[in-house]
């Protein structure tokens, strides 16, 4: 609790909603969640919309969060559309029963999209966290991107993590630029408060020690991107079997639920010796792994951001991506889905110690892990 916020908004509590349906939401608004509920001059309540399930609740579990409202809209084989409109529906009855001051909602999901649009609707203030990120390809990625440029025009306060993202939208998009303000990524404190609470004695991490081998450089390997899915998937997976004929390399790979990654990666990868294919992992597992990794391979947004705190190169299997900040820092390289070029990359890192240490020593340009007490700052500010 701050003694100035108390002050500042004595005799006048404030509401404020936080909106979030999947595990990255949960991850970065996780920091912020703590803090707003420490703070003695608002009234915060954790709303889900669950847009996925199990993978959400394990975050939860990790950070000790307790929602207030679960609309548990998560559907097998569910569509955008049909997604978009259950959400629009369900989250006007928390609206109008908690009737909040102020609407969080984060980064680039269908839940923080319509979550907005529903509070734009009932003129209650959104504030968008990890705003401004940007490709201008509509379809890459997809549909994440259209999702940040709807949250983008509807938000009152854009909490944007870097001066790139900032820039998007005040010199690009024209955002009043009072209502902008650069905090660094929530993603940072999530990933250095997990580090100091990680159970190595956890089943999980036990087991993984043992099938890992530690005579080996251990690649960790991620994939999920709708945009990815088909030839492209393929070619992914040739090159990672390539990849893995090198005696010096174990990959593993937590492959993702989705039956277009699994179907895919099991009928191409499950026979190699130096391939562990895994389950998916909690967040818990998932940084533990991330550090002992000697580098990643990866499409996930998220762990382009974690990396570069852990030291760790990335090769990114996107055309783009919305946080060029990080290779242009030199911690990440974009190889798509290009089978060449992912082996050639990976050649790089494994043979010349020189780059590999180069890409080590990048410096994170998503903050120092004080981006939620500064948009908790700002929101007492501006209240």
């Not at 818990?284 to 190169?313: C, H, R």
């Not at 494994?350 to 020593?361: G, I, S």
Request: aromatic share 6%; glycine share 4%; proline share 4%.
């Amino acid at each position: 609790m701050t003694s100035n916020g108390t002050d500042l908004m004595k005799n006048q509590r404030k509401k404020v909603l936080v909106v979030f349906g999947t595990r990255p939401e949960a991850i970065k608004m996780a920091p912020l969640v703590k803090l707003l509920k420490e703070e003695a001059g608002f009234e915060t309540k954790v709303c889900l919309t669950a847009q996925h399930r199990e993978m959400l609740d394990q975050v939860l579990d990790f950070f000790k969060i307790i929602p207030d409202f679960d609309l548990d809209l998560m559907k097998p084989n569910q569509s955008l559309n049909e997604l978009a409109s259950r959400i629009l529906s369900k989250i006007d009855v928390v609206l109008n029963n908690f009737k909040p001051d102020l609407v969080l909602v984060h980064g680039d999901t269908t839940t923080s999209s319509m979550v907005a649009l529903a509070a734009f609707h009932k003129q209650i203030k959104i504030g968008h966290v990890e705003a401004g990120l940007r490709t201008y390809d509509k379809t890459a990625p997809f549909p994440e991107e259209i999702n940040r440029q709807i949250t983008g025009r509807l938000a009152d306060f854009h909490f944007s993590p870097t001066k790139k993202s900032a820039d998007n939208l005040i010199e690009i998009e024209k955002v009043d630029k009072k209502t902008v303000f650069i905090t660094g990524n929530t993603v940072i404190d999530a990933l250095l408060w997990g580090l100091k609470h990680i159970n190595e004695h956890r089943d999980e991490i036990v087991n993984l020690k043992q099938k890992i081998n530690s005579k080996k450089k251990l690649i960790l390997i991620t994939g999920h991107r709708r945009e990815n899915f088909g030839d492209k998937f393929k070619e992914f997976c040739k090159a990672l079997l390539e990849l893995a004929k090198r005696d010096d390399v174990q990959l593993i790979y937590p492959v993702h639920l989705n039956p277009n990654v699994q179907d895919v990666v099991y009928k191409m990868l499950s026979e190699h010796t130096n391939i562990l294919l895994i389950h998916p992992l909690d967040y818990e597992v998932f940084i533990w792994l991330m550090n002992q990794s000697y580098f990643i391979i990866t499409d996930s947004g998220g762990v382009q951001e974690e990396a570069p705190s852990l030291g760790k190169p990335v090769l990114v299997t996107r055309d783009v991506t919305e946080r060029q900040e990080a290779v242009e820092s030199g911690v990440v390289k974009l190889v798509g889905t290009d089978y060449a070029k992912i082996l050639k990359e990976s050649e790089i890192l494994l043979d010349n110690k020189v780059a590999y240490n180069n890409m080590c020593k990048s410096s994170n340009p998503y903050g120092d892990g004080k981006a939620s007490k500064k948009i908790l700052k700002t929101i007492l500010e501006v209240n």
